[in-house]
């Protein structure tokens, strides 16, 4: 009597599986479908970069640095993301947009200088004494907009 009601419940513990398994595996399809749809969602960013002094630099996907020679005037410079472009947009692929600066959407920003005969150093403070720095922008990849993407702007100030 006591093997019929362990193979009754191996029974049941079997369906059980069974009916979990067949409620899985169609999640587990649904999800992966979604996971390859957000890919197709996201697309590559330009990114212009303004500085305080009304220059403007733009990285056209593809290109990821510049190099600038800035002649020592005294004059402080700071450097920001001025907009961002998503040329294979469908819809948007010729329009420029200001960052919101919050949410998922977002750019981040650092910066190494390099003094003469020095080592580079992180660094936030304006550009503006002779030596070299390095403006580091780059495409969060918390976005649902874009892929991540860094672009650098070495300036020279001599």
């Known amino acids: 009597m006591e093997r019929?009601?362990?193979?009754?419940?191996?029974?049941?513990?079997?369906?059980?599986?069974?009916?979990?398994?067949?409620?899985?595996?169609?999640?587990?399809?649904?999800?992966?479908?979604?996971?390859?749809?957000?890919?197709?969602?996201?697309?590559?960013?330009?990114?212009?970069?303004?500085?305080?002094?009304?220059?403007?630099?733009?990285?056209?996907?593809?290109e990821d640095e510049k190099h600038v020679t800035i002649p020592y005037d005294g004059i402080e410079r700071t450097y920001w993301v001025d907009s961002y472009n998503l040329p294979d947009h469908p819809r948007w692929s010729d329009k420029w947009f200001s960052p919101s600066g919050e949410g998922a959407n977002v750019f981040g920003k650092g910066m190494t200088y390099c003094p003469p005969g020095g080592l580079n150093q992180s660094y936030t403070g304006p550009v503006k004494e002779i030596g070299k720095y390095c403006v580091t922008i780059y495409a969060d990849s918390t976005s649902d907009l874009w892929y991540f993407r860094s672009i650098y702007l070495f300036i020279e100030v001599i």
């Open 4 to 62: 019929k009601k362990c193979i009754g419940q191996l029974k049941r513990i079997f369906i059980l599986f069974a009916a979990l398994f067949l409620c899985v595996t169609p999640c587990a399809a649904f999800t992966a479908c979604g996971e390859q749809t957000e890919g197709e969602t996201k697309y590559d960013v330009a990114i212009r970069v303004a500085c305080s002094d009304g220059s403007t630099y733009t990285f056209p996907v593809g």
